[in-house]
């Protein structure tokens, strides 16, 4: 059974920096994709940011220049930088990983963390 766990949320003054982990377990053939999504009280979960395998990225909007996606393909986990944050980043972050598990390919996802951003 695969297991998606994410650690590092939390309270954070605006301009300050975070960073969010997630390793995932489990009988896991590969991993094509992992990323980060977020959601707000009140709106969609979006796309923070997300990387393949072979590393391209792909960033919101909102949070291009400021934070910062990684993995470690050895260890299947990814990593979110998050710098400068803004009262707005605040939300529920969610780790997402594309991961081919007994031949099927799916998405599986973490159990979020918060992280709140005060002004």
């Given at each position: 059974?695969?297991?998606?766990?994410?650690?590092?949320?939390?309270?954070?003054?605006?301009?300050?920096?975070?960073?969010?982990?997630?390793?995932?377990?489990?009988f896991?053939?590969?991993?094509?994709?992992?990323?980060?999504?977020?959601?707000?009280?009140?709106?969609?979960?979006?796309?923070?940011?997300?990387?393949?395998?072979g590393?391209?990225t792909?960033?919101?909007?909102?949070?291009?220049?400021?934070?910062?996606?990684?993995?470690?393909?050895?260890?299947?986990?990814?990593?979110?930088?998050?710098?400068?944050?803004?009262?707005?980043?605040?939300?529920?972050?969610?780790?997402?990983?594309?991961?081919?598990?007994?031949?099927?390919?799916?998405?599986?996802?973490?159990?979020?963390?918060?992280?709140?951003?005060?002004?």
């Open positions: 059974q695969v297991q998606l766990v994410e650690s590092g949320g939390g309270l954070v003054q605006a301009g300050g920096s975070l960073k969010l982990s997630c390793t995932s377990s489990g896991i053939f590969g991993i094509a994709r992992m990323g980060w999504y977020r959601q707000a009280p009140g709106k969609q979960r979006e796309l923070v940011a997300a990387i393949t395998a590393g391209t792909n960033y919101g909007d909102s949070v291009k220049g400021r934070f910062t996606i990684s993995r470690d393909n050895a260890m299947n986990t990814v990593t979110l930088q998050m710098n400068d944050l803004k009262p707005e980043d605040t939300g529920v972050y969610y780790c997402n990983a594309f991961i081919n598990s007994y031949g099927t390919p799916k998405d599986y996802w973490g159990q979020g963390t918060q992280v709140t951003v005060s002004s």
